[in-house]
């Protein structure tokens, strides 16, 4: 009797996984489009909608996803998880799945991200249990691109103008386009050099770019007519919602 037991229980138990495990391909995994948010602290929010429809016939047990963004270094950038204890058979549920991106702390451990454009490399990893019993895990690795604010930021052919007596108007045709996530707004400051370091000049100007657009400005200074060499450079200092960065130093001449 004993042996017939076990050879039943081990019959049942090999019906109820290759069960378990056909049922699981009922199971349909799907991500609605990504919400991008900005929250109080001034931090990109992306919101990854996940969808699970477990058409299956057994419950889903212990869903976990878990994501990393890291940069081309390895360096971590950010991590979340996402919890479910259980999914039930015939239950439609939508995870809403939250990273937080410190855009200032990106900008402060390397300003390429202000300028170039580069891929973020991301980690994802799922962890259940089919009729909350069998484990089942799965990893991925994928490429997300990463968009600078300031990409392309150039200065074109500064012009001289005599204003009066004393002072030339200096014009400094700006451009750059946001490639970023989130609408860069806020303020330039442009301080102006000779060649031997003597001040120019010294004010700021407004900056709105939305994500996706391209800024082109041209910025008008009043700069001593005794001072001008003809060669010198340029520091620009940016204050927005997300990052503060400075100086950049340009040469002119």
Not at 91 to 120: A, P, Q, R, S
Not at 172 to 199: C, Q, W, Y
């Amino acid at each position: 009797m004993l042996g017939i037991t076990t050879a039943l229980f081990w019959i049942f138990l090999a019906a109820f996984t290759v069960s378990a495990i056909y049922s699981f391909k009922d199971v349909k995994f799907g991500l609605a489009d990504p919400q991008i948010n900005v929250n109080e602290n001034g931090e990109v929010v992306l919101s990854m909608p996940i969808k699970v429809a477990n058409d299956g016939l057994y419950n889903i047990g212990s869903f976990n996803i878990s994501t990393e963004i890291s940069d081309e270094k390895g360096n971590l950038i950010t991590q979340n998880s996402s919890f479910v204890p259980i999914i039930r058979s015939g239950e439609n549920v939508t995870i809403k799945h939250v990273m937080t991106i410190n855009v200032k702390n990106l900008m402060d451990n390397c300003e390429g991200y202000l300028f170039n454009d580069t891929e973020l490399e991301v980690k994802i990893a799922v962890t259940l249990k089919v009729a909350e019993v069998i484990p089942v895990n799965a990893s991925a690795n994928i490429s997300m691109p990463w968009g600078a604010p300031l990409h392309n930021f150039t200065i074109r052919n500064v012009e001289y103008t005599p204003y009066n007596s004393t002072h030339f108007s200096v014009k400094v045709p700006i451009s750059f386009t946001n490639h970023a996530l989130f609408d860069v707004s806020g303020k330039i400051e442009i301080r102006m050099f000779n060649d031997a370091g003597v001040p120019l000049w010294n004010g700021q100007s407004s900056i709105e770019a939305p994500r996706g657009s391209a800024y082109n400005k041209t910025i008008e200074l009043y700069v001593p007519v005794a001072k001008i060499t003809g060669r010198g450079y340029f520091e620009f200092y940016f204050v927005t919602a997300y990052f503060s960065f400075g100086p950049l130093v340009v040469p002119y001449g």
